[in-house]
């Protein structure tokens, strides 16, 4: 399961790049371009796709290719054959990976615990359960 959030700098509104991608489209074009890159971001830490967003995937997060040029310029994303990643993506986000382990240690703590309340604390079939 993903996350239902992902991590931003606060000073996403006035960090360089931004500043570059509205210097460079206008203020209007700009905020625009700029609230995909959030989408970007959004749709790739909920679908696990640990930064990489496909050609196909423009329509979902309100985004053109020539919208994408404009993040790649900025240092933003970088191209490769299927689409785009998000640079520094797993720097600054946690990767599904990660998440998945999360999820797998809580679990089992669920399981354990579940375990430890009904039969005891010698009892051990929660390893059953979760293996």
């Known amino acids: 399961m993903a996350l239902p959030w992902f991590r931003t700098d606060v000073n ?27 989408c970007i971001i959004g749709y790739c830490v909920g679908n696990g796709t640990d930064g990489h967003i496909k050609f196909s995937a423009l329509p979902f997060v309100h985004a053109t290719k020539r919208d994408m040029e404009a993040l790649v310029k900025a240092g933003l994303l970088d191209p490769d054959r299927s689409g785009w990643t998000v640079r520094n993506f797993a720097e600054r986000q946690q990767t599904s990976a990660v998440t998945s382990a999360v999820a797998g240690d809580k679990r089992r703590a669920s399981a354990k ?7 005891g604390a010698d009892c051990g079939c929660w390893k059953e359960k979760v293996a």
């Open 12 to 38: 996403i509104a006035s960090h360089d790049k931004t500043l570059a991608v509205l210097d460079d489209l206008g203020r209007q074009n700009g905020r625009a371009v700029m609230f995909s890159y959030l």
């Open 113 to 119: 615990g579940n375990c430890v309340r009904h039969h």
